[in-house]
C-alpha cells in the first residue's frame, strides 16, 4: 500500500469556502497536506487541489473567501433545480440516475462552454501546468454516465480536467474535452473516497456528504476503506459551519462564514488528524 492520499470533494462556492478554511486550519497547525502521496479532486476539490499542489499557501486560499476574491456567479434558478432534482431522483440504481443526469445536462439551454472555461480559469489563476505531485481529478462522461479520472498522464491540460469537474449539470453546460463531453465529477459521489483505495492513510475534506440521488455517501465509502485496513479520517461540516453555510452552495455572501467556520472547525480537529497524517 502507499502511505497518504488527500481526498477533496465538491460543494460549490460555499462548500468550497468551508474547504479552503479547513485547509488553512490544519496548515497552521502544521501539518503538511500538500505533502499527500496522491491529492484527489473531485469539483471544487479539483480547483483547491490544484490551486494547493501548484504552490497556492493554504492561507491565501482562505483569505481570499475572506476578502470576497474568487467571486463564482452562478444564478440557479428554481427550475433548474427543479429539472436537477427530477432527474437525479427519477432512478433507485445509481447508473440511472446519473444517465438521468447526463441525459438533463446535455439537453439543457445554459451557457457557452467557454464561459465555464474563462470562470474555471480566472480561479486557478496562472496555474496551468500539473504539478509534480501526483493530482487527480474526477468527472463524468455525459454520454455514458461514466467516471473518469484526469492526471498528468491523460492527453488534457490541467484547465480541461477541472473544468470538466466543475461542470455542474443543469446549470452549466457538459464540457467538450478530448472529444467528449463531460460533467462534474460530484454527479455521483460528492468526494470519489473509492479512488484513495491502497493508501495507508487517507484524510477526506468533504463539503458535501452525499451526492443527490442514489449513491454512496462519503460516509459509506470511507467505511468501506476501513474495512480494507485504510485508516480513514472523513471531514464535513458540523452543525456550526452547516448554519454558516445555509442551504444555497452558490450563495456568494456566505462564502466569508464558511471559511471562518471551516478554520475553527479544524483548529479543533487538528490533534486527531495530525495523529492519523503524521502518525
Known amino acids: 500500500m502507499s502511505d497518504t492520499a488527500l481526498v477533496l470533494g465538491g ?27 496522491v491529492v484527489i479532486g ?7 487541489g490544484s490551486r494547493l499542489l501548484g504552490g497556492v499557501p493554504a492561507a491565501d486560499l482562505y483569505q481570499r473567501q475572506l476578502s470576497g476574491a474568487d467571486a463564482v456567479h452562478l444564478p440557479v434558478t428554481a ?13 433507485r440504481r445509481p447508473q440511472q440516475s446519473v444517465e438521468r443526469l447526463a ?41 455514458t454516465g ?14 480541461e480536467a477541472v473544468a470538466a469537474s466543475c ?17 462534474d465529477g460530484g454527479s455521483r459521489s460528492t468526494a470519489n473516497l473509492q479512488l484513495a483505495r491502497g493508501y495507508r492513510r487517507v484524510l477526506a475534506i468533504v463539503p458535501l456528504p452525499q451526492a443527490v440521488g442514489p449513491h454512496p455517501s462519503a460516509s459509506r465509502q470511507a467505511a468501506e476503506l476501513s474495512d480494507d485496513g485504510t485508516r480513514v479520517a472523513l ?6 459551519a452547516r448554519r454558516a453555510m445555509g442551504r444555497n452552495m452558490t450563495d456568494e455572501t456566505r462564502r466569508p462564514a464558511a471559511a471562518r467556520a471551516g478554520h475553527a472547525q479544524a483548529d479543533a480537529l487538528a490533534p486527531s488528524v495530525a495523529e492519523l497524517w503524521q502518525g
Open 103 to 143: 441525459r438533463a445536462a446535455l439537453r439543457a439551454r445554459t451557457c457557452p462552454e467557454a464561459e465555464v472555461f474563462d470562470t474555471v480559469g480566472a480561479l486557478l489563476g496562472d496555474i496551468r501546468d500539473w504539478p509534480e505531485r501526483e493530482l487527480r481529478i474526477t468527472a463524468i462522461d455525459a454520454e
Open 42 to 48: 473531485t469539483s471544487a476539490g479539483a480547483v483547491f
Open 235 to 240: 471531514l464535513s461540516p458540523d452543525r456550526a
Open 11 to 37: 460543494g460549490g462556492p460555499v462548500g468550497g469556502a468551508w474547504l479552503t478554511g479547513v485547509l488553512a486550519g490544519l496548515t497552521a497547525a502544521g501539518i503538511d497536506l500538500a505533502g499527500a502521496d
Open 146 to 159: 461514466r467516471l473518469e479520472v484526469f492526471d498528468s498522464h491523460s492527453e488534457v491540460t490541467l484547465l
Open 167 to 183: 461542470a455542474v449539470p443543469v446549470v452549466w453546460p457538459p464540457v467538450t474535452v478530448a472529444g467528449r463531453r463531460w460533467m
Open 79 to 91: 427550475r433548474q433545480t427543479a429539472r436537477f432534482l427530477w432527474a437525479a431522483l427519477g432512478s
